[in-house]
């Protein structure tokens, strides 16, 4: 690792999570997930527990069908390099109102901590800004998650931040696991009752 | 006497995904679906998402009908298997899919490349949960995508419609 990196991802997960209102949310499996939740279980958060590499294109389809919302995909260094390709996806589509948030330990936390290529100096920030996103940073201290947090609903989007974290292990917090479930939930509260009869 | 003309399925394919809202048209280009392409980037309501790998399709289709839109993956047999993984946030959420199969590696192919993930396409799909329809008369195509829509979105199914080799005729490399 390059050098200590001391952000509480709880802590910056909660920061961006703060008073949310109306921001549809995006978590990728493992502890972005749990991060999420821990946050406050919420239907307009669409957790994931597995199709790993998937988060940012959940994220991009639900940013092209809501263009009146703001989506934060919210997702971990692993998961990000599984899809690295749909930052290129994204970089076409150019979404004002996405962005994609990497918590990055360095590490594959669910597995061992077995370091990832982010540990060894892959720059997922520079790999946003060569796809096209409008903005993209390296996080490295909360006054700058703050600083995320405002963009978020600015509509200067797409956004990437690949934020580091501590590689530390906090306890689980788990949303419902049932895909049903979580789909169904997510619509009612974005689309209202109507959607079970879309 | 001169011959019909031939049959414009690519273009049945595009009323049949108008028909049924399609809004988002994801896609990895084949030359089998050119025309289609073309006129789905004509068609001021539906938006074209190019991807890098075909799962990314399988991905943006759950996030689109999350958001309420419809969406069809556009891909050639080669990239079923690309998507294999992906097909589980479908199958276990209960997200309808809605993907169209050029097949090569069956039909007059001159590429051996291209048979192993041709001859596995439809077996790999039903692995995955995905109900398997196949086109190969021309004047069936429309009906048969039309059919495939509305079992997705209405019943909430995967669906794969793979447009055989002999409908889209074999690539010659100039042999």
Redesign the interface.
Known sequence: MSRANTLSRRAVVAALLADRGDL?V?AGLGAPNWDATAAGDNPLT?P???????????????????PKRHVLVLTGDGEMLM?L??L??IG??RPANLAVAVLDNEAYGETGMQATHTAHGVDLAAIATGCGFQRSETIREMAQVEALRARLTARQGPLFAQIKIAADAPPLVMPPRD??L??HR??AA??GPD?AL? | VSAAPPHDWPADIHAALKAAEVRQVAYVPDAGHARLIKLCAGDNTMRMVPLTTEEEGVALAAGAWLGGERSVLLMQSSGVGNCINMLSLIATCRFPFLTIVTMRGEFGEFNPWQVPMGTATPGALELAQVIVHRASEPTRVGDTVAGAARLAFSSYAAVAVLLSQQLIGAKTFGK
Not at chain 1, 48 to 66: E, P
């Open positions: 549809l995006v669409f994931l527990w597995g199709a790993m590499g998937s988060a940012a294109m959940v994220g991009l389809g639900l940013a092209l069908a809501q899809g390709g749909s290129a996806s076409v589509q895909g049903a979580l789909k997510f619509r974005l689309l959607a879309a």
